[in-house]
């Protein structure tokens, strides 16, 4: 091999690293940059606002964030979001709501003070943020006051002070073939008719037949007589 050939073929080896690492720089580059899209989701607003002062209870509590939220289930698994007054007592309805990028739960608040929102959601890339900051309440007067649960609340529990619900009405008995009792008393059973009466009754017979057996002894005794009449005279 000639100098002259050795030389050349160490120039396009150094060419051929020097390429490799361009395209390397290049590579990084492009991933440095595609690194923000993967990043977690970024908290954009929130209802009530961190360290706000609200006089009046929001319709929700909210967590926005800037792109949608991984919710696989569709039923907010891995989700959190807690309201929390100074004595530890939780409000809102433990409903929780994912549509896109927001996180919601229908609000309810208790007396005026300081309250803490804790909320945990999972970002587009599946990571898990969890953060909690603090407002105050201070409403007015006359608003209404809704007492606040010792232990979380859970969708479809009752929310404390909330009206009882109606009593169902009572559905009416079934008709029944039966006949109705009756409130009057029954008739007192009819007395047995007095033993003279049955006596009387039993004795018409045997008198009739006395009758006959006595005429019929009358006529004999006629027709015997006149028998023994006729005879002696005969004689």
Do not use: K
């Not at 609000?107 to 945990?120: E, I, K």
């Amino acid at each position: 091999m000639t100098t002259q050939t050795f030389r050349t073929r160490t120039r396009r080896s150094r060419a051929a690293a020097s390429a490799l690492a361009t395209l390397g720089a290049a590579t990084l580059l492009a991933l440095g940059t595609a690194t923000p899209a993967s990043a977690h989701n970024a908290i954009v607003s929130t209802t009530p606002g961190q360290d706000a002062s609200v006089t009046a209870v929001p319709e929700a509590f909210e967590i926005v964030t800037s792109e949608d939220m991984l919710d696989i289930a569709g039923d907010a698994t891995g989700f959190a979001l807690q309201v929390t007054d100074a004595e530890g007592l939780f409000y809102g309805t433990g409903c929780l709501t994912v549509d896109g990028p927001t996180l919601s739960m229908p609000a309810t608040l208790g007396d005026a003070g300081t309250y803490t929102m804790a909320f945990q959601f999972i970002s587009a890339d599946s990571h898990t943020t969890s953060e909690e900051f603090t407002f105050d309440y201070a409403p007015a007067a006359d608003a209404v006051v809704t007492p606040g649960s010792p232990e979380p609340l859970t969708c479809g529990d009752p929310i404390p002070g909330a009206a009882d619900p109606a009593p169902s009405e009572v559905p009416d008995a079934p008709a029944s073939d039966e006949p109705a009792a009756s409130d009057e008393p029954s008739a007192a059973p009819s007395e047995p008719a007095d033993a003279s009466d049955a006596s009387d009754a039993e004795g018409l017979p045997v008198a009739a037949t006395v009758g006959i057996a006595v005429g019929a002894l009358a006529l004999l005794a006629a027709i015997i007589g006149g028998i023994v009449y006729a005879r002696s005279r005969r004689a």
